[in-house]
């Protein structure tokens, strides 16, 4: 099995979601949260930012021991050593800094030639190389870059002394056949390639950023970057827990493992999307309100004859209590009589069709047939207790 490395970065690109703006007492508590969760790597904050950005990332340095925590920099001296003001304090503290390779960052953002952006790579990773062993660089906008050059940026980065690459799909950009094949060209053309760890960093414009860095897993990435709930820039990026379930799920085909405690992901969840003020939406993969909730007939039947008929993951696994059988229109008598005998009554096989009826008709009105719905449909029916 190979061990994919999860390098989550809910606090620094995942406070980049418009909208959204987390204080210390957050961060930390999250920070917590992610360590219990398992996280290999945390990525506290952007330090030159703003004073309070700084403190977090210290502050989290300070209290995080299971964790790597890092910190965003651009190729700027002083932002490297605000970073590097920050992490210090840290078990293991890495730096991550990035630079546009793509033509149209370095025509209009940076007004910067290739050379002049290679030139830049090369004083930044070194500079930073001089506080801190484990730098990382991101080219950002990697997928829109002329692979040529993104390879000579790398390479650039690697010579001298980055420890980590991070390939980001800064906007959601790419699609999982192409990105496979990048990650399989940059295994090809990069010298020692094999030697730092490839890691890739996709937002979901296109909705395809958790197949995208599936897709990089597959060709050489052993290190994901992601955001709990997918939280970040725009429409986000690859959301933690889809990655890692995913991996758990289908190991027969990724042959490959995290250290993630799956059980801690509901949990995490929760606690990110209060302190974001965002909502998980119900039909969310892995940790959405429905993603263990049945609610047709034939599914409901299927799902209490065995579970595994209709769920390839345990609610169990990801730390949601138990799956639910939602009553509605669709569904069918296994579910109603078994809910129905869960809240008490039990039903002779004789009264079945008429309580059936009744359901339908009063199901037909309701969007979800509740408990205290059924206990008034069944009033003056013998309770057992
Ligand atoms: O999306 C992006 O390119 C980034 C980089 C800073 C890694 O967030
Ligand atoms: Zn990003």
């Known amino acids: 099995m190979k061990k994919i490395q999860i390098f989550d970065t809910t606090l620094r690109d995942g406070e980049q979601t418009a909208g959204v703006s987390f204080n210390l007492q957050e961060k930390v508590q999250m920070a917590q949260q992610l360590e219990k969760l398992g996280v290999d790597v945390m990525e506290a904050g952007f330090p030159i930012a703003s004073p309070g950005d700084f403190e977090c990332v210290r502050t989290i340095a300070q209290t995080v021991k299971n964790s790597s925590v890092t910190g965003l920099a651009r190729c700027v001296e002083a932002d490297i050593q605000r970073a590097y003001d920050a992490v ?5 503290p890495q730096i991550h800094t990035f630079l546009a390779t793509s033509p149209i960052h370095r ?3 940076l007004k910067m030639s290739q050379a002049e952006v290679l030139a830049s790579i090369e004083h930044h990773v070194r500079y930073a190389k001089q506080f801190v062993d484990m730098v990382q660089f991101s080219p950002e906008d990697a997928t829109r870059t002329e692979p040529e050059f993104l390879v000579r940026a790398i390479q650039t980065a690697i010579n001298a002394g980055a420890r980590v690459i991070n390939v980001p799909d800064t906007v959601g950009f790419t699609n999982p056949k192409e990105f496979g094949e990048l990650f399989a ?22 909705g395809m950023s958790v197949a995208n860095s599936l897709a990089a897993i597959e060709n050489g990435a052993s290190r994901i970057e992601c955001t709990i709930n997918g939280i970040g820039e725009r429409a986000g990026n690859t959301a933690l827990e889809e990655i890692a379930v995913a991996l758990h799920i289908r190991k027969d085909h990724y042959q490959a493992e995290t250290n993630i405690v799956l059980n801690q992901l509901k949990q995490t969840s929760d606690l990110v999307s209060r302190m974001s003020g965002m909502a998980v939406p119900r039909n969310k993969a ?8 049945h609610q047709s007939g034939i599914h409901q039947d299927g799902f209490l004859k065995n579970p595994s008929t209709y769920e390839i993951i345990t609610p169990e696994l990801v730390g949601v209590s138990k799956s639910s059988l939602v009553l509605g229109k669709l569904s069918g008598r296994h579910a109603l009589f078994t809910r129905l ?6 039903i002779e096989p004789a009264e079945q069709s008429a ?20 206990r008034a449909m069944m009033s003056g029916h013998l309770y057992q207790d």
């Open 185 to 206: 060209y940059l295994r090809t053309e990069v010298q020692g390639f094999e030697d730092v760890i490839f890691s890739s960093h996709c937002h979901d414009d296109l």
């Open 286 to 293: 892995i940790i959405g309100g429905n993603a263990y909730a």
């Open 355 to 374: 309580i059936f009826s009744r359901f339908k008709q009063l199901a037909d009105v309701k969007k979800e047939v509740s408990d205290e719905d059924l």
């Open 88 to 92: 210090k304090v840290g078990v293991s």
């Open 341 to 346: 005998e869960e809240i008490g009554f039990l």
């Open 107 to 109: 025509e209009f953002k």
